[in-house]
Nanobody
Framework: QVQLVESGGGLVQAGGSLRLSCAAS????????MGWFRQAPGKEREFVAA????????YSADSVKGRFTISRDNAKNAVYLQMNSLKPEDAAVYYC????????????????WGQGTQVTVSS
């Protein structure tokens, strides 16, 4: 059974940092682009960041550029999201995702999704 399990969410003050982790199991995702999405209450789920499996090229939403960094460890079948300078508007449930193609992933039509981890940012 394929699973993506997020961890690392929590409550942090504005300006603080969190590091989210996503552990994959059930298959190797070393050749899959992987990424992060988020969904705040009353809003649609939005793309946050993605990383290719080869060359580790990364892509991120304008709203998080310069603050969030995505990385991966293929040996551990894991992807991470380092979030710095957090703002109240970053508060959301963050989801890990994987897809066979980068375009599929960034469009939100990922093949695999985690259950999400809550990030709360206090002002």
């Amino acid at each position: 059974q394929v699973q993506l399990v997020e961890s690392g969410g929590g409550l942090v003050q504005a300006g603080g940092s969190l590091r989210l982790s996503c552990a994959a199991s059930g298959r190797s995702f070393s050749r899959y682009p992987m990424g992060w999405f988020r969904q705040a209450p009353g809003k649609e789920r939005e793309f946050v960041a993605a990383i290719r499996w080869i060359g580790e090229s990364t892509y991120s939403a304008d709203s998080v550029k310069g603050r969030f960094t995505i990385s991966r460890d293929n040996a551990k079948n894991a992807v991470y999201l380092q979030m710095n300078s957090l703002k109240p508007e970053d508060a959301a449930v963050y989801y890990c995702a994987a897809a066979a193609r980068l375009g599929t992933l960034t469009s939100g039509a990922a093949d695999y999704w985690g259950q999400g981890t809550q990030v709360t940012v206090s002002s």
